[in-house]
């Protein structure tokens, strides 16, 4: 099976930066998605990893160690409509299929 | 323009009633999925399918249905052997192990 890891809600203030982590354990690891929910709205991509490492996307980061089973989301600076769910995701070749974390809550403050 | 969509946005319906919720792409994706998600969680899988024809149980399958006879169209059925039915419900397509689209969702009450 897989197990997703998530901090449930962060706080932040506009200007800032911060860091979500997700902890994953599966086995048949092809990549790790991350998504933004904006509440009541469709989830919408934001990164894919591959491989190890730092992929960076504008005002978005996102870092993956394979081999310590972590990823990261980093946002800098924030912005109002920066507060969303972010959910991670792990796809699993041998299953052909990606199973999501809980999502964590992110609250941007003025 | 090229999307996934879902219909209709809400719906109601009473207890011991089956009902099924549409989705269709025009992004030629060959993979299609569905996910329940209740309030303050994840997506749960429900039902996913690699082509046409051919379809895969979830995490979560047990009370729910699909068909796939068109590449564009994976509708699923809430049954009434679905003891919690009232959920946010999403479909997403994608290709192959690329990121998944999704649709704008239907929000299902059962009273």
């Known amino acids: 099976g897989q197990n997703i890891d998530q901090p449930t809600e962060m706080t932040a203030t506009e200007g800032a930066i911060v860091q979500i982590n997700c902890t994953y354990q599966t086995s048949g690891f092809n990549g790790l998605f991350w998504y933004q929910q904006h509440a009541g709205e469709a989830p919408t991509f934001l990164s894919y990893n591959v491989l190890d490492g730092l992929e960076e996307k504008g005002r978005f980061s996102s870092f993956l160690s394979r081999s310590k089973g972590y990823s990261y989301l980093l946002l800098k600076e924030l912005q109002m409509k920066d507060s969303a769910s972010y959910l991670c995701?792990?796809?699993?070749?041998?299953?052909?299929?990606?199973?999501f974390g809980d999502g964590t809550t992110l609250t941007v403050k003025p | 323009d090229g999307g996934i969509t879902q219909s209709p946005k809400y719906l109601f319906r009473k207890e011991g009633q089956n009902v099924t919720l549409s989705c269709e792409q025009n992004?030629?994706?060959?993979?299609m999925y569905w996910y329940r998600q209740d309030p303050g969680q994840g997506l749960r899988l429900i039902y996913y399918?690699?082509?046409?024809?051919?379809?895969q149980k979830g995490d979560i399958a047990e009370g729910y249905s699909v068909s796939r006879e068109k590449k564009e169209s994976f509708p699923l059925t809430v049954t009434s052997a679905q003891k919690n039915p009232t959920a946010f419900y999403l479909c997403a397509s994608s290709i192959g192990t690329n990121e998944q689209y999704f649709g704008p969702g239907t929000r299902l009450t059962v009273t």
């Open positions: 995701a792990v796809y699993n070749t041998n299953a052909g299929k990606s199973t």
């Open positions: 992004l030629n994706h060959d993979a």
């Open positions: 399918s690699q082509i046409v024809n051919d379809f």
